[in-house]
């Protein structure tokens, strides 16, 4: 299914100005930035990290354009590398919760997924010290089950209006960034990818090429990303 209609179909938000709106949003989650200075902005988030290479390159970016992200983070690459995702919040950026696995959750039962909820925010908080109010599926599908339970756990689902599709082998810097920048506007929520576990090898090479350009284009359009508190 086309995720932007599941998450019509569920009442999941896929932008800022539905995470505001009475009936896609479980939780109401203050914002930090530009967001709350009232100033137009999109939310830029990363899934699948920590990663060695993928994660030092997206934030260094990030430094340089003084714009915060959301990091939605998988338990079982934060257990390997928990100095890297402390980096990511001495940063001021936020995390999310990814899962402890990266697997489809309509392929799992309920205790899976019981047991992936609690290990991959109990990794995210003994690494960080954070818990996360933020959580995606992997590839944006929820079972009924999963989002009972991310909800049960207090968490706010938040899928995506605008992507680069850049997990794909033949996906290009120049064919990502058109992909995000194309039509963008305030409110919207941008996935992109500072890792390649579950996706094309080294295509997180290729985002780190393409985000510098899509912080130029957010620039020029005035828009800031926001971090949420």
Known sequence: MHVPAFGRSLKLPLTLDDLARPGFATATL???????????SVALTFDDGPHPDGTPKMLEVLAEFNAKATFFLVGEQVVKRPALARQIVTMGHTIGLHGYVHRPHPTRGHKAMLEDFDRGLAAIADATGVEPKLHR???????????????????????????????????????????????????????LHDADYYSAKRSHRRTAAALPKIMKTLESAELGTVAFA
Request: charged share 25%; aromatic share 8%; glycine share 10%.
């Open 30 to 40: 203050p914002a930090s930035g530009p967001v709350a200075e009232g100033q137009r």
């Open 137 to 191: 599926p992997p590839y944006g599908i929820y079972s009924p089950a999963s989002l009972r339970i991310a909800r049960e756990r207090g968490l706010q689902p938040l899928l995506w209006s605008k992507w680069g599709k850049d997990w794909r082998k033949v996906a290009t810097a120049e064919q990502i960034t058109h992909r995000v920048v194309d039509g963008i506007q305030a409110g919207d929520v941008i996935l």
